[in-house]
């Protein structure tokens, strides 16, 4: 939610920020802005929407400068509009402030600013920080550096946040703009810095690395408390005590070309297409095919305290808690230990039984999702042990982990999760490995050859099926309801299914564990409700999934059939039969969901609708 970008260097600072702001849209586009500072003066240029509207403003108002902040806004308090707009800039004219989070406390802080004379044009919570920082330039008849107030406002913030803030005093007292300085601070929200290559003379900040890579791989995750400094000569960073601290740098692995659409009219069509790749990726180097064994090297657990875990717990939101759904018959299937799966947003608020003996994993393709990161700490501190399943190298979530898996899916851009829910069920399948090489001492052949199957499997359902869902989609694009049904370890992907096209196209779908069509969906059924049911598996599941088909053919609905079987089988019921190649029943959901993936990004082009930026959606969700 909300992206910042900002950049003090020696460079023209406008096409720098835009071109990160580009980067960073997918976090929010309901409005964006810029700051420069020009001639020593805060220059700022806002418009509400998507980044194109500021482009076009910018064009008819050019901005320069060598340093500033841009910000693209997922709304919280006060609706999207170019007066709310960020960045905000205090009613004296001297600190212009971009903002991710929530400042709970902003309504007490609002009026006892106001009382002091400072005023307001916005609804935000941001606009009091703004305020509040400015007030501290200048607090007790003496000058403060723009650190020093930022430090100060920030012992007074409650919530979460990540801002930047830039200050025309520096200029003013200089007499000229060779003070160059941004300040930030973290609290919960992320916030990387971007480390120009020695001699450059330059630095950079963003909520999300995916913005900085085109210009450095260096770079430092801020931890919560931090306050940093940024200069073209480079970062200070201090922690909540204000204590110097050095954070480690790390080197981003991700290709910079990987975070463009090359050549594919939407991010998600790409990111669909890369799944064949990213599942390789992901348990390349990983697994020992020649003496049958799982080898993981970022978890820093020992064995013998794996080995003494005897509950489970996944954590995760959205589509990455379909994969927690998953991970829940992997785990238990091969390794025999029991699962509980919550929501993020959930877990700590039911007093969960927590102890040493369980292993929590957070899933997250971000790291960064407010709700998976507190049920992650609310099962730290009940003492579980803490495993991450995540994209974002040195994200939160990673940091406080005792382990992570890494899915290798490199950037997601689209807002629509497609190769971070796959490589996350392939990076659960090996945990599960993992797990039962600890307990029972091996892993069979047979599951690595699976695994080693599969990236062939999801290419050939990608390449047969990206047709065939283009031309469902121009047959029932109309429909204002769908109904999606599995059994098993395919009831999550129904669940997938109904939620990709939920946030894709606005069509209002539900997915439903198939035995429990009758129970009460069956009413929903008639001859505009396109309803897909999952037919792949073993006898007993595939059967049931049969009758499932009759009922509703019988109810005059619009069967639609996904299946590994020879469609013969299938009894004549169905309407349209997406056929897909059959791999193991454990991996089997990996190949199910690519077809529901592409319907529901062809049923969402048809619409017209922002498949890559659906309206009220963020890709991280930062906010609880
Ligand atoms: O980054 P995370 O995996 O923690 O994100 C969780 C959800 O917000 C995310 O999966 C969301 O549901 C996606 N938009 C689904 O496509």
């Known amino acids: 939610m909300c992206g910042i970008v900002g950049y003090v260097g020696s460079r023209e600072v406008v096409p720098l920020l835009m071109d990160g702001l580009r980067r960073l849209e997918y976090r929010g586009y309901d409005s964006a802005g810029v700051v420069v500072i020009q001639d020593g003066g805060l220059e700022t240029c806002k418009a509400e929407g998507k980044l ?63 009382a002091e004379g400072w005023t307001f044009k916005s ?21 403060h550096s723009l650190r020093d107030a930022v430090t100060r406002a920030c012992r007074e913030l409650e919530g979460m946040y990540a801002f930047a803030a830039v200050s025309t005093t520096l200029i003013a007292a200089a007499g000229q703009d060779a003070d160059q300085e941004i300040v930030a601070a973290r609290q919960g929200p992320p916030l990387v810095l971007g480390l120009g290559a020695p001699g450059s003379r330059e630095q950079f900040l963003a909520s999300d690395p995916s913005a900085l890579l085109v210009h450095t791989k260096d770079v430092i995750f801020l ?14 960073i201090r922690n909540r005590q204000g204590e110097d601290v050095q954070r480690p740098v790390q080197r981003l692995t991700w290709d910079p070309i990987q975070a463009e659409k090359g050549g594919y009219k939407h991010f998600m069509l790409k990111e669909i297409h890369e799944q064949t790749q990213a599942v390789q990726d992901t348990f390349a180097g990983r697994v020992d095919f020649e003496r049958s064994e799982i080898l ?22 959205g589509t990455s808690w379909h994969s927690a759904l998953i991970g829940k018959f992997l785990i238990e299937e091969l390794a025999r230990i029991p699962v509980e799966v919550d929501y993020g947003s959930e877990y700590r608020y039911r007093k969960p039984i927590v102890d040493s003996r369980v292993l929590a994993v957070g899933i997250s393709q971000s790291g960064e999702t407010a709700d998976t990161l507190s049920a992650m700490e609310a099962a730290r501190d009940g003492g579980a042990h803490l ?14 982990s005792d382990g992570v898996i890494y899915t290798h899916a490199g950037p997601e851009i689209g807002v629509a999760s497609t190769k971070a829910f796959t490589t996350q ?40 099926q990206e047709p065939r869902m283009e031309e469902l989609a121009r047959r029932y694009f109309r429909a204002e309801n769908f109904l999606y049904l599995g059994r098993g370890i395919n009831y999550p992907i129904a669940l997938e299914g109904a939620l990709k096209l939920k946030e894709i196209s606005y069509i209002h779908a539900e997915g439903y564990p198939a035995g429990e069509m ?107």
Not at 387 to 394: E, K, L, M, P
Request: net charge negative; aromatic share 4%; charged share 25%.
């Open 296 to 317: 993981f090297d970022t978890v820093k657990l020992s064995e013998d305290e794996l080995r003494r875990v005897e509950r489970i717990h996944l954590l995760a939101c």
């Open 387 to 400: 495993f991450a399943v995540c994209n974002v190298q040195g994200s939160q979530a990673t940091r406080i």
């Open 425 to 464: 069920l392939v990076a659960l399948y090996l945990l599960a490995l993992y797990l039962r090489q600890l307990r029972f001492g091996h892993v069979e052949r047979h599951y690595l050859n699976d695994l080693a199957h599969l990236p062939q499997a999801v290419n050939d359902v990608i390449l047969k």
């Open 52 to 114: 194109d509207r500021l482009k076009e403003k910018l064009a008819g108002q050019p901005l320069y400068g060598r340093y500033g902040l841009g910000h693209t806004r997922w709304a919280t308090h006060g609706p999207p509009s170019e007066r709310n707009a960020h960045p905000m800039v205090d009613s004296k004219g001297r600190v212009a402030l971009i903002h991710n989070g929530i400042i709970e406390n902003f309504l007490p802080l609002k009026k006892r600013l106001i």
């Open 518 to 624: 009758k129970h009460g969906p069956i009413a929903l059924i008639d001859r505009d409700m396109p309803v897909v049911s999952i037919a792949t598996g073993h006898d007993t599941v595939f059967e049931k999934a049969k009758s499932n088909l009759q009922e509703v053919k019988a109810r005059d609905g619009v069967v639609i059939a996904l299946t590994d079987r020879d469609p013969e089988e299938l009894g004549g019921v169905c309407d349209e039969i997406i056929e897909v190649p059959s791999v193991s029943p454990l991996l089997q959901p990996i190949v199910n969901v690519i077809p529901l993936q592409l319907l529901a990004y062809f049923t969402g082009v048809r619409r017209g609708a922002d498949v890559d930026q659906p309206r009220n959606l963020a890709k991280s969700v930062t906010v609880e």
């Open 223 to 236: 931890e919560n408390g931090d306050i940093a400094l940024l200069t073209p000569d480079g970062v200070e």
């Open 123 to 143: 609804d935000t919570d941001t606009e009091v920080v703004a305020n509040l920082v400015s007030s501290y330039l200048d607090d007790g008849g003496s000058r």
